[in-house]
Nanobody, 126 residues
């Protein structure tokens, strides 16, 4: 059974940093993709970034490019989303998701990832 567990959310001031982690289990190989999506209150879900665990290919949304960085530790089956220069508009619940295939870029908000975590809340105060 595939499971995704997010951690690292919290409250941070504008301009600060947070690192989110997504620990994946249940995969039998590295042939999968991990993506981060976020949904702010009252807004549509947004695809933030994704990474191929097999070859490290990444996609990053324009709204976070230059501020957010995605990396993976295949030995730990964990993906990290380093978020720097956070803005109040980054406030959202961040969801980790996994799928066999790398989504197109820009990452569609409604891309049907096969597996989803429960989410972690990121709040950026002004």
């Amino acid at each position: 059974e595939v499971q995704l567990v997010e951690s690292g959310g919290g409250l941070v001031q504008a301009g600060g940093s947070l690192r989110l982690s997504c620990a994946a289990s249940g995969f039998t190989s590295d042939d999968y993709v991990v993506g981060w999506f976020r949904q702010a209150p009252g807004k549509e879900r947004e695809g933030v970034s994704c990474i191929s665990m097999s070859d490290g290919s990444t996609h990053v949304a324009d709204s976070v490019k230059g501020r957010f960085t995605l990396s993976s530790d295949n030995a730990k089956n964990t993906v990290y989303l380093q978020m720097n220069s956070l803005k109040p508009e980054d406030t959202a619940v961040y969801y980790c998701a996994a799928d066999p295939y790398l989504p197109p870029t820009p990452i569609p908000a409604n891309y049907p990832m096969d597996y989803w975590g429960k989410g972690t809340l990121v709040t950026v105060s002004s």
